[in-house]
């Protein structure tokens, strides 16, 4: 049985959205995914300015990814099946700083992630 708002999405997570506080505090659930990586982007660490985000996440600073230029560089990280609700309570959890979009990871699997703004 299925309705728009809970067709399959998928989501790449290589930092706070792979806690299980942050899951049930977003989602209401803790997500099951699987290891995947995304090819062709470096990672470093974001200030988060935000009081609500460092409270749900525990952490003043998390994981950012930006295009590197390189197709040897990669991200490791977790895909998750969501619905099309639940990706917008993701947006609603990540910070101006971050901006979502569709990518292909090294699976293959077109999925959506939080990258530099």
């Known amino acids: 049985m299925n309705t728009p708002d809970t067709d399959v999405v998928y989501l790449f997570s290589y930092g706070t959205l792979q806690d299980r506080n942050v899951q049930i505090s977003s989602f209401g659930r803790e997500l ?11 990672q470093t660490l974001l200030a988060i300015g935000d009081p609500k985000v460092v409270e749900i996440s525990g952490k003043t600073h998390h994981p950012v990814v930006r295009p590197s230029g390189n197709p040897a560089d990669e991200v ?22 971050y901006r979502r979009v569709l990518v ?8 959506w992630v939080y990258i530099a703004a």
């Open 32 to 42: 099951a995914g699987r290891a995947d990586a995304l090819p062709g982007y470096a």
């Open 76 to 97: 490791a990280g977790t895909v998750f099946e969501i619905t099309a609700q639940e990706l917008a309570a993701a947006d609603e959890y990540e910070v101006d700083d």
């Open 104 to 111: 292909t990871l090294k699976s293959g699997i077109d999925a």
